[in-house]
């Protein structure tokens, strides 16, 4: 299983960017999918969660953030709306082929290479 990120860059303060995951697999619809982010010099953390079904999302801050998944294109997305300086970070998308929603990267069991969003002031 393979996962591509796309979709970061350099935004000002208060703009908005929609990530992009797509997943080479024929199974995704089984796949619980999430993002992380991981600013320098700290932990990866988590950001939103989207179970198998799309029916729940999970947020680690809801309001600003919106994930969703499109099973027929393999793909998950996070649009980020009035992005913030401290919002600045790799964001990885992940994905776990069991049952139930995780916040905790250590139940994730495939990563994409991760996305830079830089959010300037």
């Known amino acids: 299983v393979q996962l591509q990120a796309s979709g970061g860059g350099l935004v000002q303060a208060g703009g908005s960017l929609r990530l992009s995951c797509e997943v080479s697999?024929?199974?995704?619809?089984?796949?619980?999918m999430a993002w992380f982010r991981q600013a320098p010099g700290k932990e990866r953390a988590f950001v939103a969660a989207i179970d198998r079904a799309g029916g729940s999302t999970y947020y680690a801050e809801p309001g600003r953030f919106t994930i969703s998944r499109d099973d027929a294109k393999n793909t998950v997305y996070l649009q980020m709306n009035g992005l913030k300086p401290e919002d600045t970070a790799v964001y990885y998308c992940?994905?776990?082929?069991?049952?139930?929603?995780?916040?905790?990267?250590?139940?994730?069991?495939?990563w994409g290479q991760g996305t830079q969003v830089t959010v300037s002031s």
């Open positions: 697999t024929r199974t995704f619809s089984s796949y619980v």
């Open positions: 992940a994905s776990r082929f069991r049952t139930g929603v995780a916040r905790t990267a250590v139940a994730y069991d495939y």
